[in-house]
């Protein structure tokens, strides 16, 4: 079974900020928060990963809160081409990887 | 770099027979694993390989078996195909041991496997 939560859909304006939230209330001390998403049946797509502090690269950031029970992804400027399914999973460092249904984001014009 | 590479990408099958399917990792990576995506179902893990070995497997039935070879790449066998077999079979591999805390996976873009 997935170890986090998401809702299941989300939308978003095109040209804002999407901030998807992913709770995961039992994750261990050694299990870093990944974010994937997929796009119409495509493999997953990696996009960030944290273990305790906030990460950012050129595809988004990532806020763990200080209690490592929550984090939020961050697309800063959504396009359409965001829209996708979001995977927020936690892992160690091996592929046994759960996944929930995941967050569908809808960016619109 | 080169990326994760499945083979094939699409693939029909009837009832009853068997499927090989193949995943290529990425270089340098020692772990490979393997998921079932379907409409009703999501993504499901299958089982996980690292250095050849077995580490962990889904709650599948045994028609579903896999192996990985010396050089990392690994193939997944599903044997006596089911109608409800049909799905996205992904694989994702990363460095895995040690080496591997704190490091992605990568998704290859899977096959698409059609049992008629």
């Known amino acids: 079974d997935a170890k986090t939560t998401q809702p299941t859909s989300m939308d978003c304006a095109e040209g804002r900020a999407a901030n998807l939230p992913c709770n995961h209330s039992t994750i261990s001390g050694n299990e870093y928060v990944y974010w994937y998403r997929q796009i119409h049946s495509q493999g997953p797509q990696y996009i960030i990963h944290g273990l305790k502090n906030n990460e950012t690269n050129e595809m988004a950031s990532l806020i763990i809160t200080e209690d490592r029970k929550s984090s939020t992804l961050i697309l800063p400027h959504a396009t359409l081409r965001d829209t996708a399914v979001y995977y927020c999973i936690v892992r160690v460092n091996n592929n046994d990887m759960r996944f929930g249904a995941g967050t569908r984001l809808t960016v619109k014009p | 770099k080169a990326g994760v590479t499945q083979t094939p990408r699409y693939l029909i099958k009837t009832r009853g027979q068997q499927v090989t399917l193949s995943c290529s990792p990425i270089s340098g990576h020692r772990s490979v694993s393997w998921y079932q995506q379907t409409p009703g179902q999501g993504l499901q893990f299958l089982f996980e390989?690292?250095?050849?070995?077995?580490?962990n497997k889904g709650n599948f039935p045994g028609r579903f078996s896999g192996r990985q070879f010396s050089n990392s790449r690994s193939e997944m066998n599903v044997s006596t195909l089911e109608l409800g077999d049909s799905a996205l079979y992904l694989c994702?591999?990363?460095?895995?041991?040690?080496?591997?805390?704190?490091?992605?996976?990568?998704f290859g873009q899977g096959t698409r496997l059609t049992v008629v």
């Open positions: 994702a591999s990363s460095l895995g041991g040690s080496r591997g805390m704190g490091r992605p996976a990568f």
């Open positions: 390989y690292f250095s050849e070995t077995q580490r």
